[in-house]
Structures are given as structure tokens and as C-alpha cells.
């Protein structure tokens, strides 16, 4: 189902004092900011090898990444997977009784379709599957 890992979200509370360590520190290539409104969310990408590190600053209260940053505080949010076909990855996860939190794929960052598995069905980690949009 999983081509690769797409990227690592990681939650922090101010991307201008995240991003040295990522880009300047680590030597990770910055590929820039993106606002994604819908999900109460600023996003700074970084490539490192074939994936990406996203850092999510939420942008209002009501953010889940807000929420996750309250209980506990900055550090990996959720590990994303690249799949070819989303709707078909999410169909066969239902036949397998995997409990979703998007039954179906909504707009990600980087005009990616993304959808998430509940982590009380993937060992507690939040995780996530987008595919690429075909123009």
C-alpha cells in the first residue's frame, strides 16, 4: 500500500526559532513556508533524502496541533506515508476494520490529498497517507 515515507510532521511552537536547527544545524535543505487555513496551520518543509521534515506551527487555539502541543509539548506529531491511490488505500484499510479519522481525502500542504488513521489503530502513532495531486 505505502510507497515510502513522505515526511515526519513535527509540532513546535514558533517555526522561525525551529528552523535554524533544521536548516543551519542538521544542514537540511529548506523548501519553504506554506499557510494550509483548513487545518489552523503554518508549515515549514525541509528535504532530507527522499523525504521531508515538516515543521506545524498552528496558527489559532483551535489547531490540533494546537491541542497536541498543550498536552505535551513540542515533538513529533505524525509520520506520513506516500500512496499511489488514497481513496483505494483508505477503502482497503476500512475492509480491514482500521479505525480512520478522514473517511475519505481532504487537501493537504503542497497540494497533496492527505488523510489520517486513528492512532488508537496504528500503536499510538498518528499517521498519516497522501498521495501526489495529478494535474
Do not use: W
Amino acid at each position: 500500500m505505502t510507497g515510502k515515507i513522505d515526511h515526519i510532521g513535527i509540532a513546535v511552537t514558533n517555526l522561525e526559532a525551529a528552523l535554524p536547527l533544521y536548516r543551519d544545524v542538521l544542514g537540511m535543505q529548506f523548501q519553504g513556508v506554506e499557510e494550509v487555513e483548513d487545518q489552523k496551520l503554518r508549515v515549514a518543509f525541509l528535504k532530507v533524502g527522499e523525504s521531508k521534515i515538516e515543521l506545524l506551527e498552528p496558527t489559532s487555539p483551535e489547531s490540533p496541533v494546537s491541542r497536541f502541543l498543550e498536552k505535551g509539548g513540542e515533538g513529533i506529531h505524525h509520520i506520513a506515508y506516500r500512496v499511489e491511490n488514497l481513496a483505494e488505500a483508505l477503502d482497503e484499510l476500512k475492509e480491514k476494520g482500521i479505525r480512520l479519522i478522514d473517511q475519505t481525502p481532504r487537501k493537504g500542504a503542497h497540494g497533496t490529498s492527505i488523510a489520517f488513521l486513528h492512532p488508537r489503530a496504528t500503536g499510538g502513532v498518528l499517521t498519516e497517507l497522501c498521495q501526489a495531486n495529478v494535474a
